[in-house]
């Protein structure tokens, strides 16, 4: 069978404070993990930054909109404490640095692109922009629960790999798909037992079917058993193993 991609989710997320840059360097130096998902929005000055909220009340000791506040505002917060204090002094990554480090430690990145519920203007050309400038087409591939959006990027830059995420099951999916022009899906898993035979209709369309966010031992073997391409997880450890003696 084959293996999966194994993505270590928003970083080594289980284990240390979310889309902080001790969770992805954790991922590297604690795990098989062969890459990153995180998430990625726009500061009221224009940087693009790593963060799960479009607020920063859940997981940093602020308060407000990521889209209100500058990012010298968001570098000042701490991001690891609310985790657990032995993190503390954390901060913000941009997404520039999210690539330079995958880059140097060649990880492979799933980016995120919060636009749902937040609509930043521009933000898939400046995320476009950001991995062609240092020739990441191959490294990087994109999703977004905004299909809209995923549509606009791949018209925008046809060289990045797209992907539909969704968390309720669709109606008329496969005239869905061919509207969307994406290159893959990206269930939430259960919705792949809801409906099986999507994974192989996804496959007969050339698509990969990318499921997150799994993170108990039964469902890391269920999914690896539907031939899924990719799995997402807070706990890459635990999916690294369960992975490797599956398949030895
Ligand atoms: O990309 C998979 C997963 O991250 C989507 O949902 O809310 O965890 O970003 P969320
Ligand atoms: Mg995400």
Not at 32 to 42: K, P, R
Request: charge should be negative; glycine fraction near 6%.
């Amino acid at each position: 069978m084959k293996r999966p991609l194994l993505l270590a989710h928003r970083g080594f997320s289980g284990r240390y404070p979310e889309n902080s840059p001790l969770a992805f360097r954790m991922a590297v130096e604690q795990t098989e993990a062969d890459g990153f998902e995180s998430d990625v929005h726009i500061t009221k000055d224009g940087q693009l930054v790593i963060f799960h909220d479009a607020s920063v009340e859940r997981t940093s000791n602020g308060t407000g909109w990521i889209r209100d506040l500058t990012y010298d505002e968001l570098y000042a917060l701490d991001i690891g404490a609310w985790k657990d204090p032995a993190f503390a002094g954390e901060h913000i990554w941009t997404f520039d640095q999210l690539l330079d480090f995958c880059q140097q430690t060649g990880m492979l990145l799933n980016m995120e692109l919060k636009n749902y519920e937040v609509f930043y203007d521009g933000l898939e050309q400046r995320v476009i922009d950001a991995i062609c400038a240092r020739q990441m087409q191959d490294r990087v591939f994109v999703s977004s629960f905004n299909h809209i959006s995923m549509q606009r990027f791949k018209t925008l830059c046809p060289d990045i790999e797209t992907g539909l995420l969704y968390d309720k099951p669709l109606l008329d999916i496969e005239h869905y798909i061919a509207r969307s022009n994406a290159d893959n899906m990206h269930p939430r898993y259960v919705l792949l037992r809801y409906q099986p035979e999507l994974v192989e209709l996804y496959h007969s369309r050339g698509m990969k079917v990318n499921t997150w966010t799994v993170n108990d031992e039964p469902d890391m073997l269920d999914m690896l058993a539907r031939g899924v391409d990719c799995i997402i997880s807070n706990y890459p450890d635990l999916l690294c193993r369960v992975v490797r003696e599956a398949q030895t």
